[in-house]
């Protein structure tokens, strides 16, 4: 009886352990997955540009006013006579896509998606919450889960003030934004999303701490 019991309770120990054990798997497979979609996209997605500002170099020729290469990056605001990848093409599983985000201090790189489409859109990517859009004079609130494994913002925490993002948008434009402020607060604390930014340029990443209570917020301005 007594040696029953305990193969009963070794029995639960390995189902638990194993069961735990294919949850963490299968957390690190979805981000490796979603990481190589991400990569995959982005190599596509750094082609359009690349396309798109070559074809504006060709208008340059004919006597048009100058725009930034992709390769550089610039702190200029988007000219309103710009062409733009197209929707069809700026789209990622399905959801609309609205720019790149790069932060290499972190190693992190993600297609920024339109969140306000659709709201499992931040289940695949990062997202545009609230603001005017990348790259625009004012403030842009992006979003991302901090999963366990890694995926996403989960990094943002290793961020430090100085530390530089870069943003490109769907006319070819590659902003340098410079990191100034960096705090958490609860989750009923919205206030960094009306926050004012005197005609600046500005970009604020948002994601949950470890517990899922508070807010890490990290702020970031063009130069």
Excluded: W
Excluded at 38 to 45: C, M, R, S, T, V
Excluded at 96 to 116: C, Q, R, S
Excluded at 155 to 168: A, E, Q, R
Aim: hydrophobic fraction near 35%; charge should be negative.
């Amino acid at each position: 009886m007594y040696n029953k019991i305990l193969t009963g309770i070794l029995v639960v120990l390995i189902i638990a352990i194993l069961g735990a054990l294919g949850y963490l798997g299968y957390g690190y497979y979805k981000k490796y997955k979603l990481d190589s979609d991400a990569e995959k996209y982005l190599e596509e997605f750094d082609t359009m540009v690349v396309n798109l500002t070559e074809n504006q170099d060709v208008d340059l020729d004919e006597g048009d006013t100058q725009v930034p290469t992709e390769g550089n990056v610039s702190n200029e605001n988007s000219n309103s006579n710009r062409t733009s990848i197209s929707s069809d093409q700026a789209t990622y599983k399905g959801f609309k896509v609205v720019g790149k985000l790069e932060m290499p201090t972190i190693n992190i790189k993600y297609p920024i998606l339109d969140v306000i489409t659709h709201a499992k859109a931040i289940e695949v990517s990062i997202g545009v919450l609230y603001g005017p859009g990348v790259n625009r004079a004012g403030n842009t609130v992006i979003i991302g889960h901090n999963y366990n494994n890694g995926l996403f913002f989960a990094k943002n925490k290793n961020l430090k003030v100085g530390d530089k993002i870069y943003i490109t948008d769907l006319q070819g434009n590659r902003l340098e934004y410079t990191i100034y402020n960096k705090y958490y607060t609860p989750e009923s604390d919205t206030s960094y999303i009306s926050r004012q930014t005197d005609g600046k340029i500005e970009v604020t990443l948002v994601t949950c701490d470890a517990t899922g209570k508070n807010r890490l917020v990290v702020c970031a301005r063009v130069e």
